[in-house]
């Protein structure tokens, strides 16, 4: 399946970019999480994350769809 997954924050700048289109057997956002994580090095753990998918926060066991928008979301602090 191909996904579109939006990145941002500390995950952006991890990955070296904002967005990207991937293809993968990946069924829950958790299974692409981990996949995207070690392919970027990304070290924050899901726990500490928010996922949505299609502009809807989910459970990060919420099943994924062909050419379904996966947002991984990491804390933010502003002042």
Same mark, same amino acid.
């Given at each position: 399946? /191909?996904?579109?997954?939006?990145?941002?924050? +500390? $995950?952006?700048?991890? #990955?070296?970019? +904002? %967005?990207?289109?991937?293809?993968? /057997?990946?069924? @829950?956002?958790? %299974? $692409?999480?981990?996949?995207? #994580? #070690?392919?970027?090095?990304? @070290?924050?753990?899901?726990?500490?994350?928010?996922? =949505?998918? /299609?502009?809807? $926060?989910?459970?990060? %066991?919420?099943?994924? =769809?062909?050419?379904? %928008?996966?947002?991984?979301?990491?804390?933010? +602090?502003?002042?």
């Amino acid at each position: 399946m /191909n996904y579109r997954l939006l990145y941002f924050a +500390s $995950l952006a700048d991890r #990955a070296g970019r +904002s %967005e990207e289109t991937r293809t993968s /057997n990946a069924r @829950t956002p958790r %299974e $692409l999480y981990t996949e995207v #994580a #070690a392919a970027h090095g990304f @070290t924050m753990s899901a726990d500490r994350l928010r996922v =949505a998918v /299609n502009d809807t $926060l989910v459970g990060w %066991e919420h099943p994924l =769809a062909d050419r379904d %928008e996966v947002v991984f979301v990491p804390p933010v +602090s502003g002042g």
